[in-house]
C-alpha cells in the first residue's frame, strides 16, 4: 500500500510541479509561491475543522520543527523558479537526485532522530544505476 501511495506522491508532484510553473508564468514566482502556499492553509484548515481538531503547539517540540513550512515554501519555490527553463522532466530529475543523496546521508547517519541506515554496497550500485538514468533523462 504504501510504495502504490509514494507512486500517486510522485505523480501528483508532477502534475503540481506542471500547474504551478503555469502559475508562475501568469503571475510570477512571489505570487504563485504565496497562491499555492495560501490555498495549501485554506485546505489543510478546512480538515483540520472537519475532523474537529484543535491546534495545538507543544513546548517540547524542538525549534526545527516549527520551521518546517519554510522548508516546503523554499521547495516550491526552486521548482517554479527552474520549471520555466528546465521543464518538468529535468526539474523533477535533478530534483530527485538531490533527494537521493541527502536521504541516503539523513539515514547513514542518523539525522533529525532518525533510525540509522547504513550505505552499503548494494545502495551505492543502486545510486550509480539511478545516477546514470536521471543524466540520460536530463
Known sequence: MEGIM???SGML????LGINGS???LVGNNMSVFLIHFTGLIVIC???LLKGKKIRY???LPLYFYFTGFLGVAVVACNVATFKNIGISNTIALGLTGQVFFSALIDHYGLFN???NK?????IVGFVFIFIGICLVV
Do not use: T
Not at 550505505?119 to 545502495?123: A, C, L, Q, S, V
Open 6 to 8: 509514494v507512486l500517486a
Open 58 to 60: 507543544s513546548k517540547e
Open 46 to 48: 478546512l480538515g483540520i
Open 23 to 25: 502559475l508562475a508564468n
Open 119 to 123: 550505505i552499503g554496497r548494494h545502495k
Open 114 to 116: 532518525r533510525e540509522k
Open 13 to 16: 508532484i508532477a502534475i503540481m
